[in-house]
Every structure is written in structure tokens, then in C-alpha cells.
């Protein structure tokens, strides 16, 4: 029972305390609104604490875009103008290699002259020791294994005789040999083109270039057949890709110049032999 009554008391006194501090609110809000307004601050008066926490807020949590800066504003541009700048050309815009020439050339990638006819069908090479294309027993398989099968048993059957072992190491020493000598008149019909009286100024220049890069392909290619034979795989194929790269930027240039080349069908076939030599030593000749 006193427990009971002093519960009872100690919220009486609470009611009254919490009635008193109600009056006094009353009286306060009533004296502000009789009170006359204060005077401005004036331009120089310094804005208040809050005021100023207000002017200085952070932007909203999770925004990472900031504020747009004014027309004449230096501050640098955005993250969103950066990407817009570096926007992709129009579908109908030209790119400056849409014509698939190399920019670096020296032989004016951006010619759209048509391109010079050729002065008639293409030289060919001429071999004394070759014979027909035959099918020598075991020369398909080995073939097979190339990327041009075809032209492989072409180019590399007529002089596989009897001699000659059918195995990748033999074969491949073989097609090394034929590129060789194959290189070599190419050199001496490359020459004579330049000498042609008839040849224009720019077959003259494509073929100035060729006759220089196939004058390295014999050295190259016998550097290859001695790392052969001292079973240096990684030697052998980086002196045949070398030989093969001077062929294509042969090809490269003559591309450039706008030119039909005269000697195209022993450029093409050159450049196919050295490709099937190079995939016999790297996927076939194992030592």
C-alpha cells in the first residue's frame, strides 16, 4: 500500500512540473510576437552559424555528379563531356584507314588513282631439275597437316625424287631450298621490270623496294637450313619469318603504289611456299 501511494505522488509532482514548463512556453511565444522586428543585418553583417552550415551542405548521399559548371566557368570538364568528346565518328563518316591502307606507308596510302593494269600475264618461274606434280607416298599426309594442302603437294611434290625421304625434317629442308632459288629469280625479274623503259615510274618504285627485301631472303634461308641441321627449332623459324615478311611487304607496297605487279603469280607463289615450310618446321619436325 505505501509503495501504491508513492507511485501515485511521484506522478502528481511530474504532471505539475510538466504543466508549469507549458505556461512558460506560452508566455515566451507571446512575448516574441509583441516584440517589434529587429533592424537588418545590414550587407556587412556575417550570416549566422546555421546559416552558413546551410550554404556549405553536401550534395545528396549516393551523387557522384557534380555540379554543371557556367559557360564561362575554366573548371575542368566533367567525366560525362570527356566521353562525349571522344565519341565515335558517324556511321557515315570516313575513318582515316576505311581503305584498309597502312598510314605509315611511303607510298601514298591515300591514292585513289585507279590502279595501274599490268603489262601482261605475270613472269613465271622456271625450274631445270623439277618434274610433273606427283603424289610420292607419304608427301599428302604431311601436306595435310598445312593450311594449304593443295598448294603444298604443287609446289613441293615435283622435286621430292628418290633422294628424298618423305618425313617433315627432309620435306621441310626441301621447301626451304625451292624458296630459295625461287627468291633468286625473283631478283633477277624484279631487276629487269625496273629496267623496262616501258615500266611506269611508280611499278619502277614498288619494284625497287621488292628487289631489296627479296635480296635478303637467300641469306636468311640458308641461316635457316644451318640452324636445321644443328636442330635449333626457334632459329629455323625466326629466319623463315623473316624471309616470309619480306614477301608480304613486297606485296604491301605494291598495294600501295597502285600497281598490277608483273611477276604476281611467282610473288604469290613465294609467299605460299615459305608459309607451308615454316608450318612443317613449327607443327611437324620434331627433334
Known sequence: MEIKHFVVLIISIFCILQSSSSTRHHRSVSNNNNSP????????TQAAPNARSLTLAAPKVGSLTPAA???GSSTPAT????????????EGEESPDADGASPESPYGSRDKSPVEPALGPSAEFSFANSKPASNPPGLDKICGATDLPVDCMK??????????????????KV????????????????????????????????????????????????LALRALDKRNAFEVKIKLSSSLTSVETCLDGIHQSRV???????????????????TIVSGLVKF
Open 37 to 44: 522586428a529587429a533592424p537588418d543585418a545590414g550587407p556587412s
Open 69 to 71: 559548371p557556367d559557360a
Open 260 to 278: 598490277t605487279s608483273p611477276m604476281r603469280d611467282m610473288e604469290a607463289k613465294l609467299k605460299k611456299l615459305l608459309q607451308i615450310t615454316l
Open 155 to 172: 609446289l613441293i611434290s615435283p622435286f621430292v625424287n628418290s633422294s628424298v625421304k618423305v618425313e617433315p625434317l627432309s620435306i621441310a
Open 175 to 222: 621447301g626451304i631450298r625451292v624458296s630459295t632459288e625461287m627468291s633468286k629469280q625473283a631478283i633477277v625479274t624484279a631487276t629487269r621490270f625496273m629496267d623496262d623503259p616501258k615500266s611506269s615510274a611508280k611499278l619502277k618504285q614498288a619494284m625497287s623496294l621488292c628487289l631489296e627485301l627479296y635480296e635478303g631472303i637467300p641469306d636468311d634461308n640458308d
Open 79 to 90: 567525366p560525362d563531356e570527356i566521353r562525349t568528346t571522344l565519341e565515335a565518328p558517324d
